[in-house]
């Protein structure tokens, strides 16, 4: 069976649960992405699955719930490289809404400036076994310093094992490098397994990098995702002025559908004090990504 002749899957709750949290002034969710609707944003042929639609206004409509003021949508792969669907909720934020857009390597000159003057901060490049590699890593580091011309950063999302070869090829980065959803470690293997004690070193000794601290249900099985928290808590107190945290909503290519109020509420544990939080949400995102004024609540439409 065929993407195209397989039921839409739908990969968020419609009814997340309420957090009990309650975020900074400006906070950020620097990471989501946009499905469809279909119909006006057609779904890339190359795609594993068919998502249901989760378009810009359930996406807004999920920030109001949740207390969050600003975002950064990241193009998926179900959209391919045609980041209309982003660009269109940009557009509609109000200011509040940036992008991070998928690109082949050797994307021209003239298509990144359009991009960025479209509000997106960055390119994003998998390296994943369900996504396809789009291009080599010397190939994306030659990209980087056009990148650095328009004012855009590299993003990077990749197995776990391949941060000890990805990670010395990208310290040659023209511009600063985020790594998604801490590196896909496994939790369940602690601190001390070899992956995550090189993605710790490389965010330690190169201030290039930043990472997400996402995923805290990615790498953890199962709820409360005590072992992905813990891991996301003590990158935070590694370098707190690198860190970054998104909700990953509507949460595609996954082994359950977590709860979006659920995962706020982790933010006490991950980031445990008033400036811990303020920086996690607030002052990196607005370092990266360059907002404007600071938004009080995600756009209504």
């Not at 995550?196 to 990098?209: I, W």
Request: charged content about 15%; overall charge negative; hydrophobic content about 45%.
């Amino acid at each position: 069976m065929t993407p195209d002749t397989q039921p839409p899957v739908l990969t968020y709750l419609p009814q997340p649960s309420t957090p009990t949290l309650a975020l900074p002034a400006g906070a950020c969710d620097s990471h989501v992405h946009v499905f469809g609707p279909a119909a006006e944003f057609p779904y890339a042929a190359s795609r594993g699955f068919t998502p249901a639609d989760a378009g810009k206004q359930t996406l807004f409509a999920l920030h109001r719930q949740m207390g969050i003021a600003r975002c950064v949508i990241v193009q998926s792969a179900v959209h391919g490289f045609d980041n209309r669907v982003v660009e269109d909720a940009i557009a509609a934020g109000g200011g509040h809404y940036l992008g991070v857009a998928l690109v082949p390597a050797a994307v021209s000159d003239a298509e990144l400036l359009r991009l960025a003057e479209a509000g997106f901060r960055g390119v994003r490049f998998n390296f994943m076994k369900h996504l396809a590699a789009s291009a080599s890593v010397e190939n994306i580091v030659a990209l980087t310093p056009r990148l650095a011309a328009v004012g855009m950063h590299l993003q990077v999302h990749f197995e776990s094992s391949l941060v000890h070869s990805l990670g010395p090829a990208l310290q040659r980065s023209a511009v600063p490098v985020v790594i998604d959803h801490m590196g896909r470690v496994d939790a369940t293997q602690g601190a001390e397994h070899p992956d995550f004690a090189a993605l710790e070193q490389l965010l330690l000794g190169d201030a290039r990098f930043y990472v997400k601290v996402s995923g805290i249900d990615r790498i953890d099985p199962a709820p409360p995702y005590a072992q992905g928290i813990a891991l996301a808590r003590r990158l935070v107190a590694a370098a707190p002025e690198r860190c970054l945290w998104g909700s990953d909503w509507p949460h595609p290519n996954h082994t359950h559908v977590p709860d979006d109020g659920q995962l706020v509420d982790s933010l006490a544990a991950i980031a445990p004090t008033p400036a811990a939080l303020q920086a996690l949400l607030v002052d990196n995102p607005q370092k990266l990504y360059r907002f404007g004024a600071l938004g009080a609540a995600a756009p209504i439409l």
